[in-house]
């Protein structure tokens, strides 16, 4: 089959990956200059690193089996974490059983509570139960208001700002299991993996094997239409820059007519609120699907400094007074050497389309930024940031509501020929690269199994 791949993120390039393996041809069309997705880097200090953090899970097989099997293994790099939480003015370590006992805001009595509600939720298996319930309502009534109150609504917030009290239960149930299972056997620490060089290594091996398998890559190259010829798929318009060879990064220019790529088989990896706009064919149930998946933002400041701001790699905000929802100190986690002995921060955030923040400028948002930083550490200063970075994603998290489930559309299309693989259908799991390359291997399977 003649596949194109609509998305160069990593779940487009594992598709693609693998319908190459199986013997397509296939082609991926990237709108951005670079590959990657979500997971895309830039360059700092004579390394590259993600625009948006990432790291790996002990427990997340998918895309661990695909690096070792792409020869990567020997870069990666599994080290204990050092989560925390800003909580009434200070800075909780949040790491282990022990870590909680200490958290005083809890009386002695919820503290122990919490431990054992945690306990309770990773070892539960059937996640249908909790689709009816938001996590709010099923944490409110077993693990009392005070726990949800000061630990586990600001994870809600931070993640689904105003939709927070929408949330199914679901999909926090899958986030304790997910971290759970990233502690080793007989390990009270949570480890994480990190690719040495940053993950840009994995996309550059999936690019490159692609091309050895006889397919193509096309970057700066935004796909507008899927063609439609009596209910089959057969092809996409995609614009292509007024020069092939674009230098990574810049911007390009755009010849005024699209070209057209003819094919048997569309997979397209896009929000589905892009995919309506260039599927106009898909009839309206479909559609009424892809409409109801609804997606926060994600919005990253990135700051280069001289000095760290705290000890802790991931610290979760309890404080709706401040601004940004997560301070994630990336050289707290892979050492500040890697980077010229500079110190990484994301300041991160989870808004609507229509916040305001969005509005400002980078230098802007740094400096509504700056005192709620210094509530967390006084002593930082702009003298500290010797540069910064402004990343967004529109379709950051996608808002996983109660009923979930049913709402989730087909990865065939009722156009035939035409399939959908976006993070709206990673389900019960949350988004995450390891989801992202089970999701491309999936499609992959489904392409090949109905198309062949």
Request: hydrophobic share 40%; glycine share 8%.
């Amino acid at each position: 089959m003649k596949i194109g791949i609509i998305g160069g993120g990593i779940a487009g390039l594992t598709a693609a990956y693998e319908l190459a393996k199986q013997g397509h041809e296939v082609a991926v069309f990237e709108k951005e200059a670079e590959l990657g997705g979500q997971a895309s880097t830039f360059p700092v200090e004579g390394t590259r690193l993600e625009r948006f953090y990432h790291h790996l899970f002990t427990s997340d097989r998918h895309i661990i089996q695909l690096i070792n099997e792409l020869g990567l293994s020997s870069k990666m790099r599994w080290i204990d974490s050092q989560v925390g939480l800003f909580h009434g003015g200070q800075v909780y370590d949040f790491v282990t059983p022990l870590d909680l006992l200490r958290f005083t805001p809890l009386s002695l009595p919820n503290r122990l509570w919490a431990g054992l509600v945690s306990v309770y939720l990773q070892r539960q298996a059937d996640w249908q139960k909790y689709e009816g319930i938001t996590a709010k309502e099923w944490l409110e009534k077993y693990a009392g208001k005070s726990v949800y109150k000061a630990i586990w609504e600001p994870l809600l917030r931070s993640k689904f700002g105003d939709s927070y009290d929408e949330v199914s239960m679901t999909w926090f149930w899958g986030k304790m299991r997910l971290r759970f299972g990233s502690r080793p056997k007989g390990m009270q620490k949570e480890q994480l993996g990190y690719m040495e060089g940053s993950f840009q290594l994995l996309i550059a091996e999936l690019e490159k094997r692609i091309k050895e398998l006889g397919g193509e890559v096309y970057t700066n190259a935004p796909v507008e239409q899927v063609v439609v010829k009596e209910g089959k798929a057969t092809g996409l318009k995609f614009q292509v820059p007024s020069s092939r060879f674009q230098v990574p990064g810049e911007s390009s220019t755009w010849n005024l007519e699209p070209e057209t790529w003819n094919c048997n088989v569309i997979v397209a990896t896009v929000p589905s609120f892009v995919f309506t706009e260039m599927a106009p064919e898909l009839p309206s149930y479909y559609v009424g699907k892809l409409r109801h998946a609804k997606y926060q933002s994600a919005l990253c400041l990135v700051l280069k400094m001289k000095r760290p701001l705290s000890h802790i790699y991931w610290m979760n905000i309890s404080d709706p007074s401040i601004p940004f929802v997560a301070a994630i100190e990336h050289t707290n986690y892979m050492p500040p050497e890697v980077y010229k002995d500079r110190h990484v921060l994301y300041l991160s955030n989870y808004l609507p389309l229509g916040s305001p923040l969005f509005a400002l400028s980078q230098d802007e948002l740094l400096q509504k930024y700056l005192p709620h930083v210094q509530r967390i550490n006084p002593e930082f200063d702009l003298d500290w940031v010797e540069e910064s970075w402004l990343f967004r994603d529109d379709a950051g998290q996608p808002i996983i509501t109660c009923h979930y489930s049913q709402q989730v559309p087909d990865h065939r299309t009722p156009i035939q020929g035409l399939y959908l693989a976006n993070t709206s259908q990673i389900y019960p799991e949350d988004r995450g690269m390891n989801y992202s390359v089970h999701l491309g291997q999936k499609i992959a399977g489904i392409v090949h199994q109905f198309q062949v």
